[in-house]
């Protein structure tokens, strides 16, 4: 493509401002605004200019002409069951209260189908025949809408009706509702991983981003059965009725398991005529293996089992992991299903599937669940359950650090890396250059969902070279402990524990449920690209946060910085935003460093590989 191209303007008439973030003094981001510029405004510059010329594009300027979101599931039960074998049935009719039923799944699928491509286990999902372990719970559907609500927000608020007297007329159609359809604008497509749990999910982000929110009188009962719901659970504070009340509370604290979207949602006509059917859905595909881009774990399990024995094998590893064996060794006197589980790569050191026993922590913890219940019928907690209950809680943080330290080693491993994140960026890649070059102005915009797992978007993190994760010291096993400010990054960011001046420590951070990255292709005005060769840039979003990048520029850069020092780095977001062809190079890095490991055949199923090497637990 020559430059020439790249420099093409995209014309459109939907222009829009984007949301700039809030953010407080303790919540410290690495990217400054542009209000520095005012002292070079002239006095007699309009408001309208001032505001136009402060504007800073890492936050909110530009217009939007694609989004590519990734995001984990929501809210899900425990993948496996750990506890003691004599309490399986209790515990499975607990989750059973807390999963919908099937007719959950229909009405989604009425506006938003799935399809599996056979090559995918036969055209059946993954975890089907684990009900109901694994399964998206009620709240898990509540975060996926809501989530999908607030991008809603993002993109209308900020958006084309803005400003309705300014609108063009196409801007401006609206519905019966009062409300513009957002499929009048966005070009949305969905794809999934093969786990009914992220099918699920991506339908209900559809369901609110797409249909209307329910009303404010809606939410309020909501909140009202939430407390009074919590008040009857807690009553005595005993576990016997817990376990077999809870799914009725669940229910009524969930949105009455309606869906938001109806059929004038869908409808893209704009004069209240019906469409075809086909045009009123928005199937949710799970593709043929040759082509999918999303789960390199379970379309490769042979090659990533090769990658990841590969980084097992190292001294530091090894060694590492080996401190772990302790902390491993006492969990399974307390969860003795840790021992069973299934484990990958031939085992490691510490002897156990460290995916599993975080999920134990966070599932619980979730969902108000003391750590130590078994869910017997017993009406009072006893000493001996106390004392399990504190021993528990203080090997939840070093359980979950010695995870993150894990994954971390393993995407330091450029062949592993390049596996997992190379083709969903090489796709995302192709769509960005034909809406940064053929859209028309009267065009939808991409709006592409992949519904993922926190090993995939880790993964992405670190080969976009999110700055929280890519520098750090490294320990791992019992010498896991909290920050040093008493900060902890348990199921998120939080206030100083990114960066500490020029050292960063954020690694430990895991994607939560729910997590969302979102790469925006923003198309800069002539003034807000200062001299820049290109006028698209990108930019990434995780949470709601603005991130600062430090990407592998080529093949001598360190993919996690330990000898290289951070101001060898470039740095995308304080002062230059990547462009495409700045992404394009992270891509030829990424295609470079896989070598063989990249391959494109898709190996046969090996259903003993599935669900040992990480995705089973995400």
Request: include cysteine; charged fraction near 25%; glycine fraction near 8%.
């Amino acid at each position: 493509m020559t430059m020439s191209t790249r420099r093409r303007i995209v014309a459109t008439t939907f222009q829009r401002t984007i949301h700039r973030y809030s953010h407080t003094e303790k919540r410290r981001h690495y990217h400054t605004t542009a209000t520095s510029c005012s002292s070079n405004n002239n006095n007699n510059t309009n408001k309208h200019d001032t505001e136009h010329h402060h504007r800073d594009p890492l936050t909110n300027g530009g217009t939007v002409v694609g989004v590519f979101l990734f995001h984990r599931h929501g809210d899900r039960a425990p993948n496996r069951y750990l506890g003691d074998p004599d309490y399986l049935q209790n515990e499975s009719e607990h989750w059973y209260g807390r999963i919908p039923g099937g007719d959950a799944h229909d009405k989604l699928s009425r506006y938003f189908p799935p399809e599996i491509h056979k090559s995918q286990n036969g055209g059946n999902y993954l975890d089907v025949n684990r009900e109901p372990f694994g399964f998206l719970t009620y709240r898990g559907m509540d975060q996926m809408r809501e989530v999908g609500s607030k991008f809603r927000q993002r993109y209308e608020k900020f958006g084309f009706v803005s400003n309705e007297n300014t609108a063009s007329p196409s801007a401006r159609v609206k519905h019966g509702n009062g409300q513009y359809s957002f499929l009048d604008h966005w070009d949305v497509q969905a794809y999934s991983t093969n786990y009914l749990r992220t099918v699920m999910s991506v339908q209900c982000f559809l369901d609110g981003l797409i249909g209307k929110r329910p009303s404010d009188h809606d939410i309020i009962t909501k909140k009202s059965v939430t407390n009074n719901s919590q008040n009857q659970i807690y009553a005595g504070g005993g576990l016997k009725r817990y376990y077999k009340d809870m799914g009725k509370h669940e229910r009524l604290a969930h949105l009455h398991g309606s869906m938001w979207t109806t059929a004038e949602d869908m409808n893209r006509n704009g004069d209240g005529s019906s469409s075809a059917e086909d045009d009123c859905q928005i199937k949710v595909q799970v593709r043929d293996k040759e082509i999918d881009t999303l789960n390199a774990f379970d379309r490769h399990p042979q090659m990533m089992n090769g990658l990841v024995k590969d980084v097992v094998a190292t001294e530091q590893f090894q060694r590492i992991d080996g401190n772990a064996k302790p902390l491993a060794d006492e969990l399974s006197t307390y969860l003795p299903g840790l021992r069973g589980a299934p484990q990958a790569f031939g085992g490691t050191p510490s002897g156990v599937n460290w995916v599993h026993a975080n999920d134990h922590f966070v599932c619980r913890r979730s969902h108000s669940i003391p750590l130590a219940a078994d869910f017997s019928d017993h009406d009072e907690i006893s000493s001996e359950n106390e004392d399990a209950e504190a021993a528990l809680a203080s090997m939840a943080i070093p359980v979950y650090s010695h995870l993150a330290w894990r994954f971390r080693e393993w995407y330091r491993c450029p062949k592993l890396l390049s596996a997992v994140a190379r083709p969903p960026f090489k796709e995302m890649m192709k769509n960005m250059v034909e809406a940064a070059n053929d859209l028309r102005p009267n065009d939808r915009r991409p709006f592409v969902l992949y519904s993922c797992h926190d090993v995939t978007l880790l993964a992405l993190l670190y080969a976009i070279g999110a700055d929280f994760l890519v520098s750090g010291e490294d320990c791992g096993g019992v010498d896991m402990q909290e920050e040093g400010d008493g900060d902890q990054t348990y199921s998120g960011m939080t206030a100083g524990s990114v960066r500490k001046g020029t050292q960063q420590t954020g690694f430990r951070w895991w994607p939560a449920y729910s997590s969302t990255i979102a790469f925006e292709l923003v198309r800069l005005d002539e003034s807000q690209s200062l001299g820049m060769d290109e006028q698209h840039v990108i930019r990434v979003i995780l949470n709601g946060d603005t991130l600062t990048l430090m990407p592998r520029m080529s093949t001598e850069d360190e993919g996690i910085l330990k000898e290289q020092s951070l101001c060898s780095r470039q740095v995308f977001g304080e002062s230059q935003m990547m462009r495409l062809s700045d992404f394009e190079q992270v891509i030829r890095v990424l295609e470079e460093a896989g070598g063989q490991g990249s391959s494109s055949s898709v190996e046969e199923d090996n259903l003993e590989l599935l669900g040992k090497i990480g995705v089973d637990g995400g």
